[in-house]
């Protein structure tokens, strides 16, 4: 994993307070992989909570991350108690670090 | 009478204003007629078999997409330069256009474009989220008005030539 401390606190920080207590967050992809060098940060959100708009969800979380931790291409993915199941959750679950 | 502005930067800025403002005027079109259908996730669901409310549908999304761009890559850091500010990324565009109460608030513009790709109906797996996205961008279409409206006042305070030759852009 190759995010730093103060990365992970920034995302952490962005977590609680859009998404409130008892969120997780994994980084998956390459940022996972500590052999890789650059690409893009995958994010992927999780919680139990059921949201009325996740999209707006969504941009509050990318507003509050990139601004933490500068414009550089961030992908996010949230899952909410009413998100259908995708196969990218469980790629996102089985290979991400939690954070 | 002194210029409180940096005249070398005043066409670029009134291009770029004279450019936003005919892009938001299109963008509340399609807004404004998008928005009258009844959206709800079944007219959502449709989109795939009535082609003519796709292509409405990707009208709106860019038209979205491309006032957000002129905003924040031209209009914002060029009416920053012509008060002699020169910020170096996007973010400290947004940073100083939210001192000067251009934008509410720079979280809010930046996490907006996270809307384009949730809007693309060719890749939608959930109708929910694509609707949401699709309410989501009404509302940060306002957003967007609101930062031309701000700019507009701002040129018109300048005294920047040419202003009086626009009306305004206030619905």
């Known amino acids: 994993m190759r995010l730093t401390n103060s990365q992970v606190q920034a995302i952490r920080h962005a977590a609680q307070r859009v998404l409130g207590d008892g969120a997780q967050v994994r980084v998956f992809g390459s940022m996972a992989l500590d052999q890789r060098k650059g690409g893009d940060i995958d994010l992927f959100f999780e919680t139990g909570a059921a949201f009325a708009n996740r999209a707006q969800i969504l941009c509050q979380l990318s507003g509050a991350i990139t601004l933490a931790l500068g414009d550089r291409k961030i ?17 996102a679950k089985r290979t991400g670090v939690l954070l | 009478m002194t210029l409180r502005y940096l005249p070398e930067h005043a066409e670029n800025a009134f291009l770029a204003l004279e450019l936003a403002r005919k892009e938001a005027s299109h963008l509340r079109y399609t807004q404004r007629t998008l928005f009258a259908l009844p959206i709800d996730a079944d007219w959502v669901q449709q989109l795939e078999s009535h082609p003519e409310l796709a292509e ?81 961008a009404r509302e940060a279409s306002e957003m967007l008005f609101a930062a031309v409206v701000n700019i507009e006042s701002a040129a018109a305070s300048l005294d920047l030539p040419g202003m009086t030759a626009l009306g305004s852009l206030k619905p």
Request: charged share 25%.
């Open chain 1, 75 to 91: 992908d996010i993915i949230l899952k909410d108690a009413n998100t259908p199941p995708a196969p990218i959750f469980d790629i």
């Open chain 2, 56 to 136: 409405k549908v990707e009208a709106f999304v860019s038209r979205f997409g491309r006032l957000q761009d002129q905003i924040g890559e031209r209009l914002l850091p060029r009416f920053a330069a012509l008060l002699g500010e020169s910020p170096k990324s996007m973010l400290d565009v947004l940073a100083y256009a939210e001192k000067m109460e251009w934008v509410d608030s720079a979280e809010a513009f930046i996490g907006a474009r996270r809307l384009r790709n949730l809007l693309v109906h060719e890749y939608m797996t959930d109708a929910q989220l694509f609707l949401q996205a699709l309410l989501t």
